[in-house]
């Protein structure tokens, strides 16, 4: 019996975003192997129905407290904190590959 492939998470992110009525796209990028996030901090940005931004840091389920340190540390303090300014929610969702609902970490 053949294994199931599991879309990626950031795949998953966007199917999930856009089923809801939001305006999301990738907005990191890739080199090779290696995938930069936008200011270090998102795999996602979202423009909600009424309005609301929202940046996505996309991840495994058991990667979540991991993406959580990153981006309370020292080295994002100013991509973070621009973000806040702009008044931009973040999050990280990390997807368990057997369920269809994100869990979700807000940062703002």
Do not use: H
Request: glycine share 8%.
């Amino acid at each position: 019996m053949a294994k199931r492939k599991t879309k990626l998470p950031v795949t998953r992110t966007l199917e999930y975003l856009q089923a809801r009525g939001w305006a999301a796209g990738r907005v990191d990028r890739q080199a090779g192997k290696v995938s930069f996030d936008y200011l270090g901090v998102a795999d996602v940005l979202g423009i909600g129905p009424a309005g609301a931004l929202l940046a996505v840091q996309c991840t495994s389920a058991s990667n979540v407290s991991a993406r959580v340190r990153k981006l309370e540390g020292e080295d994002l303090l100013d991509s973070m904190s621009a973000l806040r300014r702009a008044n931009i929610a973040v999050q990280v969702w990390g997807w368990y590959p057997d369920r269809d609902t994100p869990r979700i970490v807000d940062l703002s």
